[in-house]
């Protein structure tokens, strides 16, 4: 054999050698895959190829006291098609039946889905999109619709279902009503009865199984979720949307009227503490009004006069006045130090007795009946005060709550005219709802009483848990003393000399207390000094069923700004269409409120409520509130979509009512 053969026949055996050893390490991989890391290999793959997504339960609904949906979740739907699933001819076979149906159904031609679906099962497309945000009733549809009847596997159905939250009401209430939000770490956040009662309303996450096709896109696997989502708990709250609707709408036109910043208004049960209207109405750049934050909980602010009530309560209880006692408001205009406090009439109003200065709001009467009654130990009037609750925040369970302020002797601001400045609400503050509920334990004999915003929490008809009535404080004061007030209080609206006078009528009764503080007094500048006008207090006078404040910021001045002209009237208009719908609907002039519209539209609903229908009735031009409260008590399912009046109906008036009918109301 030559030299050059045996060179060869050496280089073949190498190389046979080697392929002998790779083959036998490519052997011991496979059996190393199989054996060692199979299970890891086929989890990693498994894991790329499939993936459990979350699902999110439906939110608890949040009820009003009658039982209409303040908040609710409803489920949306995504429908995508699957076309490498689907056999040629049965594509063939449904391709015009389902488009026409889809045509029917969304509103584009039926030539439209054609070119969709022709081209997807051209390109062999696992995931196009059909449509989008379908309510149960289209999804329900669309799932008998031809070829999509066949289910995800031979008709390439997909279906994805999203939850969302919807406010029927609207824009009324939305702040107090609020929101809740999560982020990826799981934390939540949010404002308002939403984010307070969130474990109540989240529920429990399901799982579904989802296989990833092309570009990232999941696809869910079969018609069923490895674990069901557990829907939320139902919340039922103590908010009457009636009374929510009146507070809201007369606030706003008050608001429009005189041009302010912001304000709101709160209405109370006064015996329970159960909240049933609560409005917070702030202004746009544009002069348009909206929930924009929540007022009436959040914002602490000087009181202005309102806080006399408290100054007087104080006062009588330690004895330091009598309401006989005589005070000389020396022609309105008293120095203390190097300050000088003043009445709003020019001249004062002489040598009155203490029950008179508080129906004429004096400040300087306050400010000399508390500076000399508690100069010599200035910390008696601040623990009076604080005896009565007024230094501490309610307690709700709605985030942002403001702390007052009330300070002490020794407290940095602290000075020699502290007393006199505190006497008629100045170097204190207190938001309206602390405000209120300290107006509200008046109302009731002395009993301080927490407001309330939630009743109970159910599961369908269960109860799962009640929130009764609190008690904060069995006694602000003496039955003496909340008697001598009560009257007080009545005065100033039912006198002729009293600050609320202007809001007085022989059919119904109120009582309450004006208040106009001023803000940034401290600036020299006039053009810069703005106004806080309140009205607080309740109604009937004699037994007082509702007490209520309303607040509104920065009017403009050369409309008005004292508290009996811009807040005094909304109260009024409050009470007197809660009086509409009381026993004593017949003894009531409605006519005598300023707002007429309100008015017009308020009886237009009251008329409309009271008739006997088997018929559809024309709710056209009504406010959407009014014609949800009338067709929901006909049995009537209503769907709203915009805010404002009614301008369109989806069955016409004179149809007749059937079980369950639903009901599409446009407004605008």
Sequence with gaps: MAVSDKKILTRLYVVAGGLFLFACAVVFKLISIQVVDGDRYRDLAEKRTEKVFTIAPNRGNLISDDGSLLATSVSRYTIRFDAVTVKDEDFKENIKPLSAKLSELLGKSASHYQQILRKAKENKNRYTLIARNLDYSEYMDVKKFPLFEKGPYKGGLIIEQKTVREHPLGKIAERSVGYENVDENG?????????????????VEGKRLKQKIAKGQWKPIGWDNIVEPK?????????????????HHALLGQLEKYKADHGCVIVMETETGEVKAISNLGRTAEGKYYERLNYAIGESHEPGSTFKLMSMVAALEDKVIDTSSVLDTEKGRWRIYDRTVRDSKWGGYGKISAAKAFELSSNTAF??????????KPSRFVNRLMSMNLHEELGLPIKGEGTPVIRYPGDKGWSGISLAWMSHGYEVSMTPLQTLTFYNAIANDGVMVKPRLIKEVKEWNKTIQKFEKEIINPAVCSRETAKKVQQMLKNVVEKK???????????????????????????????????????????????????????????DKSVGYYGADVSGPVFKSIAQKVYATSPLVDEVDMFEAKYESLDDAYQ?????????????????GMSGMDAVSILENLGLQVEIKGNGKVKKQSVSHGTDITKSQKIVLELS
């Design 604 to 620: 237009k609903y009251y008329a409309e409520a009271q008739k006997k229908y088997n018929k559809v009735p024309n709710v056209k």
């Design 231 to 247: 829907d939320g708990y139902d919340l039922i709250s103590t908010i009457d949307i009636n009374i929510q609707d009146i507070a």
């Design 497 to 555: 000399h009293g600050t609320g006078h202007g809001l007085y009528s022989p059919n119904f009764s109120m009582a309450g207390k004006t208040g106009t503080a001023q803000k940034n007094y401290v600036s020299k500048d006039p053009d810069k000094l703005k106004y806080i006008s309140t009205f607080s207090g309740y109604f009937p006078a004699d037994e007082p069923k509702y007490s209520c404040i309303v607040v509104i910021h920065e009017p």
């Design 367 to 376: 400010a000399k009946m508390i500076h000399n009654g508690y100069k010599e």
């Design 187 to 203: 934390y939540y956040s949010g404002v308002g009865l939403e984010r307070a009662f969130g474990q109540y309303l989240r529920g």
